[in-house]
């Protein structure tokens, strides 16, 4: 089985999310190729072609902002109620250079059309020292980050992300961040970042940030890396127990698929 191709529009679903329920999924990102600040191993539409988190080049690959603003008017009124209006798509949803309008817009949108909905993000956090998209962080009622690694080498293992992105910079601005969710994927084989010399500190990394929560999970869909093999259950609830323990926040396990 191959990984998924990409989105080819700005709306998709309403899919069924195991985090979110009936999610009605926005995608900022370029349609003809795939382009993001990271190039996760484990990421069901592929390696990234562009990998990059400085898109002056690539401006009129985004879908416009007028264009976002009627499919997403379209959809909620054609559709029941979704259970939240997320954030995501084909790569970071925050790249796109007008996301800070795109979301103010989108929240008033909302507010006319489905109102009560909740509007979620799904982010790398590689662009949250980003002063607008900051701000556009701060209207969102859901916001959930990625931290897949505690250490230097975890992180470029897993996330290969764009030259000039540390761990440490998405840990620091993750610390200046308030009332967000951090999502983890757990991985073994070629890759892995369960091991003793990287789970101890992804640990110390949580306890240090203080989300409200923690999801963690792991792939059950084809991946890109060759060799790359899901977590087991057993596995992620030893995670869970421990992180809770050491830290005191809640870890939510969305389960494995058979």
Not at 35 to 45: A, E, I, K
Not at 49 to 56: A, G, H, L, P
Not at 216 to 232: A, H, L, N, Q, W
């Amino acid at each position: 089985m191959d990984v998924l191709p990409l989105n080819k529009g700005i709306i998709y679903g309403p899919v069924k999310s195991r985090r979110l329920g009936r999610s009605l999924g926005i995608n900022l990102s370029p349609v003809n190729s795939k382009l993001c600040s990271f190039n996760c191993v484990y990421c069901h539409y592929g390696w990234t072609e562009r990998v990059t988190k400085d898109v002056k080049n690539y401006i009129k690959d985004f879908p416009k902002k007028e264009d976002v603003f009627s499919a997403i008017r379209e959809a909620l009124a054609s559709i029941a109620k979704p259970d939240y209006i997320t954030f995501s798509g084909n790569g970071e949803p925050t790249l796109h250079p007008e996301f800070e309008s795109i979301v103010k817009e989108v929240r008033k949108i909302r507010d006319e059309l489905t109102p009560g909905t909740p509007i979620a993000l799904l982010s790398n956090t590689s662009m949250l020292n980003n002063q607008g998209v900051k701000r556009a962080v701060s209207m969102i009622d859901v916001k959930i980050f990625k931290l897949d690694a505690g250490t230097e080498e975890a992180f470029k293992k897993m996330n290969k992300p764009a030259a000039g992105i540390s761990l440490q910079d998405i840990v620091e601005a993750l610390n200046s961040e308030k009332d967000f969710l951090i999502q983890t994927v757990f991985v073994k084989g070629s890759i892995d970042n369960t091991k003793e010399i990287n789970l101890p500190e992804w640990i110390k990394a949580i306890a240090a940030i203080s989300p409200l929560s923690v999801q963690i999970y792991s792939t059950d869909r084809p991946v890109p890396e060759v060799g790359i093999k899901k977590v087991g259950i057993k596995e992620l609830e030893e995670i869970a127990r421990r992180t809770e323990k050491e830290t005191g926040i809640t870890v939510e396990i969305f389960g494995v698929r058979n």
